[in-house]
DNA sequence: GGACGTATTTGGATCGATCCAAAACGCTCA
DNA sequence: TGAGCGTTTTGGATCGATCCAAATACGTCC
């Protein structure tokens, strides 16, 4: 036994059962290839001396770490909670571990944060890339030979390699066309400023709904956050406007439930007056008065489905690049589901 | 220049740059011992080759990883969002790094992700226990000789080791206080089933706040998340009872914004008919609808106190555990600001 | 030029785990 | 009992970085 604050080794767990470290070794990776006997000896030794394996050193011989990194650019996003339930629920299925790493929407801190994930040998990483993400963020993962699955952001103007998306194109026709349905024909889409491929998509979803729809589409992209507090904010601004829209098709959640606020401070009947979707369809939207409507676009499994596909990517190197865009939903409730009053309409 | 696919080592540096291992080593940890024209010509290798260093062999060496394990348990808490940004700001300019890991209030899940932070040698971890999580985990770390700082949470009675946390019984009282001081006499606290520290330390401030005012506290312990909707259907719940609190304090500022919603259903005037005050003022309190009145806890200052702390034993093994138990202050918004109406009151 | 002190660089050992070919062991059959 | 075969265990080399005492280099002074 070492004394007190020098780590339990292979050895001291070899000495302790009487076996080899070799055969510790293949303990410890719960090798097929070790009796029983042994193998109950090793693993008493190892409660008994309290081992901590050390990954550092394992790095230097075997492939892998079994830690998948997962870099995201907003925690305080509820999209992100649900979605990180989704890894971790299928990484622990297969003995992995995720280490969750924040950007705040930065580059410089992405790759900073990157540099640190690979330092400790991630096996692979899920990245939901920073807005203004370099494609030369790319090259060095290939470089490095880390798989890399993008999820919900992808870096430049279609994914590259592995990604694993929501169909925001088809959420965006299903949401215009129900609210052209209701009568209205001046819809807003509020956004960022275009450069993450998110905006970039929910821009291209709603042309593309509008101008089948027969209508002129209406883009509001903005500068900063994509915050409940944003969309608060710009909705104010818009609806000071002589000709205000009749519906509003928000970022995310938060800037639809922000919209919402401020409908209701300008005295105006939020989901009446004017109609807000927005899109994650987080538990909020249902709780929200009026009940958000939303394009749902079930993180919880986005994120099973990239963590499947990094640990497909580890089982199987060198296979196609692979693009899953799972499906969307529009979940309808108050705050669209109202005919339009014609009066408020435009000529 | 090794084949692609082998990862550039100590070695190709050197012989890249003309010098030792031994010297790439020194350049690599800043010593000032190199001279800095050979610096430079081992820092032009590392670009050339595209190195990255390997943290995995630097642990069998060298003392520290520069890695923070940071385990919360519950991410879709917008006060994690923000104390994790209050941590990484200040580890940043440590030149550390802070690896996330989500609980979701699960002591297994907690002791697993845990173990597996220490593999990888991280060097310290700051923790926001998980509910019922045992006092043995302590032991554990102790054993390891891990650094570990308790936010928020702590385990037992009383945090035993390194603790920041907010003073909750202050913000009780302050909340209180006002609330008696606009007439209330009913009021009521909307926690969780006392499993967490969390739980009874909010307990144990409204008890003594309310014996303070010669009021007779009604505490709502209750099973499950604490959650929105928690705060909603619980409120709904309390608000069908005969004879209704006429305030509520509520856990944090989520359950709080449940409980709004829930008034707005039943017809009442959330901040008139009834009074309510979350706990941690986060953004959104001051966007809802009324705006939420909360004991600010100040998450980003409790991250940056909790990566300080946890720096300083870094630098000074062995220290006296440190208590610090930061200001709260009470954010008096619509929700409770209003006198309260004598015809609601109980004789 | 040699001695001395300081600055800079070096090289072999070490760290803890894995790898893999070889050794050891146990069982069965002639 | 010995040979053959399958199962199990072993031990030395290796991995990439750090450590630290020793070696080397450099500048200054006499």
């Not at 494609?135 to 490095?144: A, F, I, N, Q, S």
């Not at 865009?325 to 669209?336: E, F, I, K, N």
Request: charged fraction near 20%; hydrophobic fraction near 40%.
């Amino acid at each position: 036994m070492p004394p007190s604050g020098k780590p339990v080794t292979l050895k001291d767990l070899a000495a302790h059962a009487g076996v080899s470290r070799s055969t510790v070794s293949l303990v410890l990776q719960e090798s097929p290839l070790v009796a029983k006997s042994t193998r109950e000896r090793v693993m008493a030794a190892v409660r008994t001396l309290g081992y901590v394996y050390n990954r550092g050193a394992a790095t230097l011989r075997s492939a892998r770490t079994h830690t998948i990194g997962v870099v995201v650019h907003d925690i305080a996003n509820p999209f992100f909670g649900a979605m990180v339930a989704g890894i971790d629920e299928t990484l622990q299925n297969a003995d992995y571990v995720s280490f969750l790493a924040s950007t705040g929407d930065s580059p410089e801190r992405q790759q900073r944060l990157i540099n640190r994930l690979r330092e400790q040998r991630i096996d692979a990483l899920l990245l939901c890339p920073a807005e203004n993400t370099p494609e030369t963020l790319l090259d060095t993962l290939e470089r490095w030979g880390l798989p890399c699955i993008e999820v919900m952001r992808h870096v430049g103007a279609s994914p590259r390699g592995h990604y694993v998306g929501a169909d925001i194109r088809a959420g965006m026709i299903r949401a215009v066309t129900h609210l052209a349905g209701q009568g209205h024909r001046h819809i807003a889409l509020l956004t960022g400023p275009g450069h993450s491929s998110a905006d970039r998509d929910r821009m291209a979803g709603f042309q593309a709904a509008m101008e089948d729809a027969g209508l002129v589409p209406d883009i509001r992209t903005g500068r900063g956050e994509l915050t409940r507090r944003a969309g608060l904010e710009r909705t104010l601004e818009i609806m000071s406007e002589a000709t205000p829209p009749t519906a509003l098709i928000c970022h995310n959640d938060l800037m639809a439930l922000g919209a919402l606020l401020a409908l209701a401070r300008l005295g105006l009947t939020p989901g009446v007056d004017c109609a807000v979707i927005g899109i994650d369809d987080s538990d909020e939207a249902a709780l929200s008065e009026p009940a958000l409507s939303s394009i749902a676009t079930h993180p919880h499994a986005i994120g099973s489905a990239a963590a499947e596909l990094a640990l497909a990517c580890l089982d199987h190197p060198g296979g196609e690049p692979q693009r899953l865009v799972l499906d969307t939903s529009l979940h309808l409730r108050a705050s669209a589901d109202h005919c339009l009053h014609r009066s408020r309409e435009p000529s």
